[in-house]
């Protein structure tokens, strides 16, 4: 077998399996309100999240495009594959450390970080778009303090009109539309972070010289859609049980203001070719959706130690894809 192409499969198959554990390391931040309030049984839940990521896996590629062509020109780089490789590595070994630790961190903080350290341990700071690079993680920032500050507005709004209903029917009704929401947010999961894996499997074609541009063939999505899809279905209850219960407890009307708001913003992100975290968005939304709740409710020292990971997440990352590179070739 031709050494390239067996280099250029390997990179595919750690893609599909990145994908795959984004799919039950991050699921667990959409379908996670839905399950704590038994809205949804976990299998129903799960199903239904390995569906909708994947229809919504299918039907948008400027994620994709973002992050293969913002950070760096695949095409100018002579160890593309390489670098490819090395971030992949470095991206797979760090969601599996949090999700063994069930801490909810950021699959896209950690591709986009292991990228960005590959390509300068392996091509050099000059082959960094700065610009770009800046550009997504200022999406990545802005993000959780937009979804924070959603889920405390329709929270307090949500509390305004139910105020004089008793808490037992609101919660029964709300608990039958946060089957809605929960689809939604996995829909929209699926819409955003499903093209990250099709972004790097496209910018190792573009490298290896086997497609002339960025444009994501049908192939690579339906492959990045199958592979979420059936990460979804292994689920992740460490996470879930972080986000569902250690950080306030939840009742439905809270995991509907929740996911709404999250959901949202994801979903306009992916409108804008902007790759975002379902992680920070979710879980921002809870915090804030506990704030407008009661602030006391909130448990700040678990959020406290998540936001910490979000930061770290990104500078980890980049250090670990460098030191594979440097390892491997």
């Not at 038994?38 to 129903?44: E, I, Q, V």
């Not at 341990?121 to 990545?140: E, M, N, P, Q, T």
């Not at 955003?192 to 190792?204: L, R």
Request: charged residues 10%; without cysteine; proline residues 3%.
């Amino acid at each position: 077998m031709d050494t390239s192409l067996f280099v250029l499969g390997l990179v595919i198959f750690l893609a599909l399996a990145f994908d795959f554990i984004n799919g039950f390391h991050d699921t667990a931040n959409a379908i996670a309100t839905s399950v704590s309030t038994r809205a949804l049984t976990p299998r129903t839940a799960i199903v239904m999240a390995a569906s909708m990521n994947f229809i919504g896996a299918l039907m948008f590629t400027g994620v994709a495009k973002k992050i293969g062509g913002s950070i760096t020109d695949p095409a100018q780089l002579d160890n593309g594959i390489e670098i490819v490789i090395a971030t992949l590595i470095a991206a797979i070994i760090w969601n599996l450390a949090t999700w063994w630790f069930g801490i909810p961190s950021s699959s896209s903080h950690a591709l986009i970080g292991a990228l960005a350290g590959a390509v300068f341990v392996g091509a050099g700071s000059d082959h960094i778009k700065w610009g770009g690079f800046k550009d997504i993680v200022l999406g990545l920032v802005l993000s959780p303090l937009i979804a924070f500050a959603i889920g405390y507005v329709v929270m307090t709004i949500l509390k305004w009109i139910f105020a004089k209903h008793s808490p037992h029917t609101v919660n029964k009704g709300f608990r039958s539309m946060q089957i809605l929401t929960a689809a939604f947010q996995a829909f929209t999961h699926g819409t955003n972070d499903a093209q990250k894996a099709m972004g790097i499997i496209t910018f190792a074609l573009v490298t290896s010289g086997n497609l002339e541009s960025m444009e994501v063939p049908l192939w690579v999505k339906i492959s990045a859609a199958t592979a979420m899809a059936l990460g979804t279905s292994v689920g992740g209850w460490k996470i879930i049980k972080t986000m569902g219960t250690k950080i306030f407890k939840i009742e439905p009307i809270n995991g509907f203001a929740a996911d709404i708001s999250a959901a949202s913003v994801i979903f306009s992100a992916t409108l804008l070719h902007l790759p975002v975290s379902t992680t920070h968005a979710i879980t921002s939304a809870i915090l804030g959706v506990g704030s407008a709740k009661r602030f006391s409710a909130v448990k700040w020292g678990v959020a406290g130690r998540i936001v910490v990971t979000w930061f770290i997440t990104i500078p980890i990352s980049a250090v670990l894809a460098g030191l594979i590179f440097k390892i491997l070739f």
